[in-house]
Structures are given as C-alpha cells and as structure tokens.
C-alpha cells in the first residue's frame, strides 16, 4: 500500500514508523509499504512500483510488458508514466516520468496494477531502451514470447511521429512482420554497394535431393552464400552472438554464412566483415572502399 492509502485508512504515522522498526513491515522506496517482511513476489514489486508514482501513475514501457506476461528482460528500475502536469513522485527505485503520450484508451483495465495495453508498450520501451540493440531484443522478445502480436505493435507505431529511434523501431517491426525478402532484396544488395563489395544474385533457385530450394544471397563466382534468417525464428538473447560466434567457425573451412535480420540491425559492421572476408578467402579482387 501507499503511505497515503494507509494514511487514508486510519494509520497513523506513528504507527506505520513502529512496525517499521519492529520489522513486521517494509518500505519499498519512499512511498510504499509492503506489510510483511518475507522476499517479495513479482505482483508485489510491480504493485509498488506503480504506487510509487502516485494515483494517476501506471506501469509502462518494458515495466508494463513484465507485468502482461513477459519473462526474461531485466529492467534496472521499473519505468512508471503520468500525465504531463501531474505531480512527480521521485523515487530511488522506481523511474517515474510525465509523458506527453497519454491516453485514457491506453490503459489496460481489469486486475493487476495499472498498466499501458502491451502494443503501446513495446513501442514506447524500444524507443525508450538504452541502445538500439536492447530496443530490438524487448521487441523480439514481446513477439516470441506471444505478448503481443507484431501488426498491434505496428498499429502502436503509427501514433508516434517523432523520435530519434523511430526509423530503427520501424524497421524492426517490418521484419517481425515478415519483410525479411524485401530486406534480403533491397537492403542487403544496398548495403554491398554502399560498402564496395560486388552486388550478389538474390534468391537463387538450386535442387537438391530433397527438391528444390532457394538460396538468398549467392556470389556464385567466388561460391559464397549467405542465409538471412528471420528474428522470428530463433532466440532473441542468442541469436546474434550465436551468429556470429557460428561464421567464425565456419569461415575456416567453408564459405556459408547465416545472418539473423536481427544482425543487420545490430551489429551489421561485424556481420559484413565476415562477408568481405569470405569473399577475400575465395578469392574476390573486386572489394573497393566504401562508399
């Protein structure tokens, strides 16, 4: 509860300050009271951090999405919105800021803290996260984990009109949508001319014992070939480290490469340097500087 809940409800300052000290209560910040003293469960701390930012306050961003179900991504503090004009309550444990995003419709109802619906959620903890690549792996994430489904999120995004990471966030919420051809098409082949490296055919058509199969990218010249696989499809905390860890290797002795969509948004400079490495190893003298 609140110190203004239990204020409300008859208890004294004093009283809440004796059990306290008695350790039959603990404080959580400066605002809440838990009344017990054993560990904490999840509903609790959410509860409290949600508490923490006053009456009008609800859970949001990557706070909001732990509370609809998701597990696995660790926040440092959890995030708490307000309306621009409420009041701030600062608090060591909880991040609680106004936002001149808010909307009523926004708020997820029923049981559990107040929250924002889990589309808007996503959207604004991507474009809130600390790096691009934690923005990618909480959307990723959200998707696998069956929180949300990729075209909500898309919704969501039409709403914001400007943010420095919006073009980032678009382009990840294409790819779970399933635009990975149009990336292995358009991007990838622009990528190559903007980094000096030749332009690849694209979707190879090649049969093998088990029928017919395509392969994205293929410098057929230097028999180099790179696979894109879709975010969708793999563990969002491995996939890009797994990736490229598995290129290394693989470099040694062949010349298939596999990168993860997640990858060109990420850490595309690593990625692309396995490539021109590749290509060197079979032998390409086309490799010009970048553009």
């Given at each position: 509860m609140s110190r203004r809940q239990l204020y409300a409800a008859g208890l004294t300052r004093a009283e809440l300050r004796a059990n306290v000290r008695a350790r039959r209560w603990q404080l959580v910040g400066r605002h809440v009271v838990v009344v017990h003293t054993g560990p904490m469960a999840l509903d609790t701390i959410l509860w409290a951090a949600q508490l923490s930012g006053g009456p009008r306050a609800r859970l949001d961003g990557a706070s909001s999405l732990i509370a609809a179900g998701l597990r696995g991504f660790d926040v440092d503090r959890h995030r708490v919105s307000v309306p621009r004009g409420a009041r701030v309550f600062r608090d060591p444990v909880v991040d609680v800021r106004q936002t001149r995003r808010w909307r009523t419709d926004d708020l997820v109802g029923g049981g559990g803290p107040p929250r924002t619906r889990p589309e808007v959620a996503a959207v604004r903890g991507a474009l809130w996260a600390r790096s691009d690549r934690q923005a990618a792996l909480l959307l990723t994430m959200v998707v696998q984990q069956g929180v949300v489904p990729p075209d909500r999120i898309g919704q969501a995004l039409l709403q914001v009109k400007r943010d420095r990471r919006l073009t980032f966030v678009i382009d990840v919420v294409t790819d779970l949508l399933g635009g990975v051809r149009s990336l292995a098409e358009l991007d990838f082949a622009r990528e190559c001319r903007r980094r000096g490296i030749p332009e690849p055919t694209r979707q190879v058509v090649r049969r093998g014992k088990d029928g017919r199969y395509?392969?994205?990218?293929?410098?057929?010249?230097?028999?180099?070939v790179v696979e894109v696989d879709g975010?969708?499809?793999?563990?969002?905390?491995e996939v890009v480290a797994d990736a490229l860890r598995h290129n290394d290797v693989t470099l040694d002795n062949l010349t298939v490469l596999r990168v993860p969509v997640l990858g060109f948004r990420v850490a595309a400079d690593e990625f692309?340097?396995?490539?021109e490495r590749a290509l060197a190893d079979a032998g390409c003298t086309e490799l010009g500087p970048a553009a």
């Open positions: 395509y392969l994205d990218v293929f410098w057929e010249e230097w028999g180099v975010i969708q499809h793999a563990l969002a905390q692309f340097a396995q490539i």
